[in-house]
């Protein structure tokens, strides 16, 4: 009985948390404090969490949010990109220059 109660919370468990994935979101420039501002507030209504603030050439947050929540930010007049956040690595599409003699 213990189990099968464990396995039912466990499911629901990551039945909740399964839909929620790390994006990026790029402000448009120049990207002043309060546009920001309203980013970050559109973010917590949408039961997202700010991972981090980047402000190397430009301002751009890293987010972990529902998936169903790019929607509703993609539509902010102040937003100017929206990705999935993912591992890249340089070396994985480098291809060597032939040298011509």
Do not use: C, W
């Not at 909740?16 to 448009?28: D, F, L, M, Q, T």
């Not at 997202?48 to 402000?55: E, F, H, R, S």
């Amino acid at each position: 009985m213990r189990f099968i109660l464990l396995s039912l919370l466990i499911v629901a468990f990551s039945a909740v948390y399964a839909a929620e994935s790390k994006y990026v979101i790029g402000i448009k420039p120049p990207a002043s404090d309060d546009m920001v501002a309203r980013v970050k507030e559109l973010v917590a209504e949408q039961h997202g969490v700010i991972d981090a603030t980047l402000t190397l050439g430009g301002v751009t947050l890293v987010v972990i949010m529902p998936d169903e929540a790019v929607t509703t930010l993609a539509t902010s007049a102040d937003v100017e990109y929206i990705e999935k956040d993912k591992e890249v690595n340089i070396l994985d599409d480098f291809t060597a220059p032939v040298r011509q003699s």
